[in-house]
């Protein structure tokens, strides 16, 4: 027989619902700590920086490589959910985009480090690539096609030309603060707008 709790949820249950909790801090913890000190920044520092103990990481994530893969996912899955959202509550569909692509650098800057990380698992980085692909090739298209259609931009960019163009307009970024990838990014949006008539 089971014993429920006050709240009518099983001790597992909420137990369950705790670690789910945890798992997700700690995800979110790791990726600003990543951004601002890189992958191999301390785990004892992602840990202060969600408020748990190392031992909640290691449970969750046993290796380094873990947590950094789960971390890639975790944001490849936040980018993918918002493109959505963004065309649904977003003044129009090139402002839609132009969020968009602000999480999308956002995500870049996450992903600094990350072949470094995982140099020993090749496999497991050509998989991770794929999975980034697969999930926010989609969303860039479903984008691009919405700003199309409402004559916001001329059409023919393919979702994979823009992606690796901001990609590569981010390389670099940590090298040199002269440098500010976001101005160049703006600068190649506004010249995928269509001229508006006058």
Same mark, same amino acid.
């Given at each position: 027989?089971?014993?429920?709790?006050?709240?009518?949820?099983?001790?597992?249950?909420?137990?369950?619902? @705790?670690? &789910?909790?945890?798992?997700?801090?700690?995800?979110?913890?790791?990726?600003?700590?990543?951004?601002?000190?890189?992958?191999?920044?301390?785990?004892? &520092?992602?840990?202060?920086?969600?408020?748990?103990?190392?031992?909640?990481?290691?449970?969750?994530?046993?290796?380094r490589?873990?947590?950094?893969?789960?971390?890639?996912?975790? &944001?490849?899955?936040?980018?993918?959910?918002a493109?959505?959202?963004?065309?649904?509550?977003?003044?129009?569909?090139?402002?839609?985009?132009?969020?968009?692509?602000?999480?999308?650098?956002?995500?870049?800057?996450?992903?600094?480090?990350?072949?470094?990380?995982?140099?020993?698992?090749?496999?497991?980085f050509a998989?991770?690539?794929?999975?980034?692909?697969?999930?926010?090739?989609?969303?860039?298209?479903?984008?691009? @096609?919405?700003?199309?259609?409402?004559?916001?931009?001329?059409?023919?960019?393919?979702?994979?030309?823009?992606?690796?163009?901001?990609?590569?307009?981010?390389?670099?970024?940590?090298?040199?603060?002269?440098?500010?990838?976001?101005?160049?990014?703006?600068?190649?949006?506004?010249?995928? &707008?269509r001229?508006?008539?006058?």
């Open positions: 027989m089971t014993i429920d709790s006050p709240a009518g949820k099983s001790p597992s249950r909420g137990k369950r619902a @705790d670690a &789910q909790r945890n798992r997700q801090t700690v995800l979110t913890a790791a990726a600003e700590v990543f951004v601002t000190s890189g992958v191999d920044a301390p785990i004892r &520092q992602i840990a202060a920086r969600a408020g748990v103990g190392m031992a909640t990481i290691y449970r969750h994530f046993p290796t490589a873990d947590l950094v893969t789960a971390v890639y996912h975790h &944001q490849i899955e936040a980018c993918a959910e493109g959505p959202n963004l065309l649904a509550r977003a003044d129009s569909p090139l402002e839609a985009l132009r969020q968009w692509i602000d999480l999308f650098v956002d995500f870049l800057v996450t992903k600094h480090g990350l072949a470094d990380a995982l140099q020993s698992d090749d496999d497991r998989a991770l690539h794929a999975y980034f692909l697969d999930r926010l090739l989609p969303v860039c298209a479903q984008l691009l @096609d919405a700003a199309v259609e409402a004559g916001d931009i001329r059409p023919g960019t393919q979702p994979y030309e823009l992606m690796r163009g901001i990609g590569n307009l981010c390389i670099g970024r940590d090298d040199d603060p002269r440098y500010d990838p976001r101005r160049l990014i703006a600068l190649l949006l506004q010249g995928l &707008q001229p508006r008539a006058s």
